[in-house]
């Protein structure tokens, strides 16, 4: 597979963190941004506002033009909110591309309200072409990290085996490894769950009740992750992958991850609203907290932290609810 040039939908953290990555590979890479804001920022400062002494690749080009961006390229990279992603492919790239076919890699991470299906799914429905051409790109990566040169492994997944291990090499180099793998709906589940875990870690530490509980949170967590996983025909090896385990302990853990930012401020007391305004940038997992539980509902699964983290998002209930859906019935009662 011969690829120069590369397009990335989306240049928030991680959308110019890839570009970026790529484009000292030697790709050409043409990043697209919607917020008007934001491009003009990053073409008139030649770097980005939210990263540390970033200076963007000279081989970046920088647009808000689809046409444009798609224009000759080998590739296609998604890290746009995943509520969008749908009416993207439909409106803008299904009359550009008019039927040619283009690797796309998903970095976006979501289950969509109501059809249970995941970004590949949702490329693949609207753009039919791509049929096993919509690959996921899942891991534990925080994109200021990647762009510190933190070593970092991702997985990538898909049916075709060799298309994945083609692209895997074009993603891979320093600091990032691409782990190839085949289970490409366990890895996207793992993605869009892992999100709404971390959410429920974050009201932890706003309740303020410390490691312990939250260790155990991720525990029993994580069984409620699997479970989902194989009910939607997943493998149940993968919730101990990179996209699953691997992805819940770094974004449930860490001071720096959005979701768990927002489910701190939840437990603080703040509604969503507010938790949302505070934490300012996207945090995905607000997106699947209701699918993830509709999914659980609708298979008749035992999913108490899945459960509590709807509720406390959702229908707005107090924090302590996810203690009790632990076992500590007495707290949040006095």
């Known amino acids: ?91 803008q790239l299904r009359p550009l591309l008019n039927g040619r076919v283009v690797p796309v890699v998903s970095a976006s991470k979501g289950i969509e309200d109501k059809t249970f299906k995941t970004i590949c799914e949702l490329v693949e429905e609207e753009l039919p072409q791509l049929k096993d051409h919509v690959l996921a790109f899942s891991g534990p990566s925080f994109a200021l990290e990647v762009a510190q040169n933190v070593p970092t492994k991702i997985m990538l997944a898909g049916a075709n085996k060799a ?5 895997a090499d074009v993603m891979s180099g320093d600091p990032i490894i691409v782990v190839p793998a085949t289970d490409r709906r366990g890895v996207e589940y793992g993605g869009g769950i ?20 939250k260790a155990a949170l991720i525990t029993q967590a994580l069984q409620e992750m699997n479970d989902i996983i194989v009910s939607q025909g997943g493998e149940h090896g993968t919730v101990y ?34 938790a949302k305004k505070e934490v300012g940038t996207i945090a995905e997992g607000v997106n699947s907290v209701q699918s993830v539980y509709d999914i659980a509902r609708k298979n008749n699964l035992h999913t108490p932290i899945i459960d509590a983290v709807w509720q406390i998002v959702c229908q707005g209930k107090q924090p302590h609810v996810l203690l009790q859906a632990m076992g500590f019935i007495n707290r949040g009662n006095k």
């Open 241 to 274: 992958s990179l996209a699953g385990f691997g992805d819940a302990i770094l974004t449930g853990m860490s001071a720096i991850s959005r979701n768990r930012r927002l489910g701190e401020k939840l437990g603080a007391g703040l509604t969503l609203e507010e």
């Open 1 to 91: 597979m011969q690829v120069n040039k590369i397009t990335v939908f989306g240049a928030g953290i991680w959308g110019s963190v890839i570009a970026q990555h790529l484009a000292k590979k030697g790709y050409n890479v043409s990043l697209w941004e919607y917020n008007e804001q934001l491009l003009n920022v990053l073409k008139t400062m030649g770097r980005h506002p939210n990263i540390p002494n970033f200076k963007i690749h000279d081989n970046i080009q920088l647009t808000d033009n689809v046409a444009d961006a798609v224009k000759d390229t080998d590739l296609i990279v998604f890290v746009i909110s995943s509520k969008a992603i749908r009416l993207f492919c439909r409106e």
């Open 194 to 213: 892992k999100n709404v875990l971390a959410i429920g870690c974050g009201v932890i530490d706003g309740i303020g009740d410390g490691a312990n509980a």
């Open 163 to 167: 298309l994945v291990q083609e692209i």
